[in-house]
């Protein structure tokens, strides 16, 4: 059995010195794996593709279940672990549940990943 990775506050935007500037710690190499970790699936990556290409700057939990046709509980499975990793900001109005991508987290995550990206 693979084991789990303890449970940390990823909600920020990670913030640590760039991989290529040299060797990471320990926490900076945790950070950093639990936010791949939340992308590292195709549904998740499609969900932030369609949040960061809405023209409204925000998707309710219903269109982004069509768009990728599956259940809203799936999604919303999917649309928690990108919030708990900070990629996504999610408000309720009603009986809808709106969601937007949260454009400086994902680019702190390049900029740690490689210093020259995004720029």
């Known amino acids: 059995m693979p084991k789990a990775l303890p449970t940390i506050d990823v909600s920020t935007p990670v913030c ?5 500037a040299g060797p990471v710690d320990d926490d900076a190499a945790l950070e950093i794996a639990l936010r791949l970790k ?8 499609k969900l932030m593709s369609l949040l960061f290409s809405s023209r409204e700057g925000e998707v309710c939990s219903c ?6 046709e599956l259940s809203e509980s799936t999604v ?13 900001e999610s408000q309720r109005r009603g009986m809808n549940v709106y969601h937007r991508a949260r454009h400086e987290s994902l680019i702190a995550l390049c900029s740690v990943l490689d210093p020259n990206c995004c720029r």
């Open 76 to 88: 919303s499975h999917h649309l928690s672990q990108l919030r708990r990793a900070g990629f996504v």
């Open 16 to 20: 640590c010195s760039p991989v290529a």
């Open 38 to 45: 939340a992308l590292a699936d195709p549904v998740r990556v």
């Open 63 to 68: 269109d982004l279940a069509a768009a990728v």
